[in-house]
């Protein structure tokens, strides 16, 4: 049986990296997009030898929507895809009074959120005509509310909840499903600077399949691992002055951009 047909930004590490070899081992043809090209090259050797049917790697920048198409339009050649997973994605402790902090905000919204949209336009139409596939975002719980001192990585997942909602209404009926996955803390490099404890925390390689599963399924929205799904709807219920008195003193991501 034919593997199916994945791409993947974000790839070069961490969830994308892991979920990457998850695939591979079904023998899928993968399309890896990341910045760090030699990290690529590394990996792609790495999944030949897991099982993948093919890889084809694209060093680029997510915010970069030309080189997006550019690649898009390559692992095209081949095919719709099966599966498109926008993981890439930066995390950096900011405060938005101090001025310096205002370029990594920036560079944190463009591309955590406009690096879905680039990452998945040119896919759509292929995946529409097919009449199937799957869109999957990588979101997180801090955006479900808001951290102090995480004002643009809160901001930014928030809004990345709220575009792949939009999305997955957009294309109802198409055949074409919008997963959003909102991962609590997973093992890899971004979460290694968090100088505070992280509850539930997944080894990368459970977290992506637990990802994969859920993509599998067509799931609209779901936050992994389940524990924090519960954190999670336990903080949207708490009223401002709750959450505001709890949260004042919390813990602040470093500041690694």
């Not at 997973?85 to 995390?91: D, E, F, Q, T």
């Not at 198409?174 to 925390?201: D, E, K, L, Q």
Request: hydrophobic share 45%; glycine share 10%.
């Amino acid at each position: 049986m034919t593997g199916p047909r994945v791409f993947i930004t974000g790839a070069s590490s961490g969830i994308g990296g892991a979920l990457a070899h998850h695939y591979a081992r079904q023998g899928a043809t993968l399309g890896l997009a990341a910045r760090r090209g030699d990290l690529l090259r590394t990996l792609a050797a790495e999944l030949a030898a897991a099982g993948a049917a093919g890889v084809s790697e694209y060093p680029l920048d997510v915010t970069d929507a030309d080189a997006l198409r550019d690649a898009a339009a390559d692992f095209l050649t081949g095919g719709a895809p099966d599966i498109v997973v926008a993981n890439a994605g930066v995390s950096s402790g900011t405060l938005t009074e101090c001025r310096e902090d205002l370029a990594a905000i920036r560079r944190i919204l463009e591309i955590n959120v406009y690096g879905l949209a680039a990452t998945f336009s040119p896919f759509i139409p292929a995946m529409r005509e097919r009449g199937q596939g799957r869109l999957a975002g990588i979101a997180s719980v801090a955006g479900i509310r808001g951290l102090p001192g995480a004002e643009a990585y809160s901001a930014s997942k928030a809004a990345a909840i709220a575009y792949l909602e939009s999305l997955r209404v957009e294309l109802r009926g198409s055949g074409v499903r919008v997963v959003t996955i909102a991962p609590g803390y997973i093992a890899t490099p971004m979460t290694a600077h968090n100088p505070y404890p992280m509850p539930f925390m997944l080894p990368a390689d459970e977290a992506a399949r637990r990802f994969a599963r859920a993509i599998a399924k067509g799931t609209s929205y779901t936050v992994i691992p389940w524990q924090m799904g519960i954190v999670a709807k336990g903080l949207r219920l708490l009223p401002n002055w709750l959450y505001d008195r709890l949260f004042a003193n919390a813990p602040r991501k470093p500041k690694v951009l």
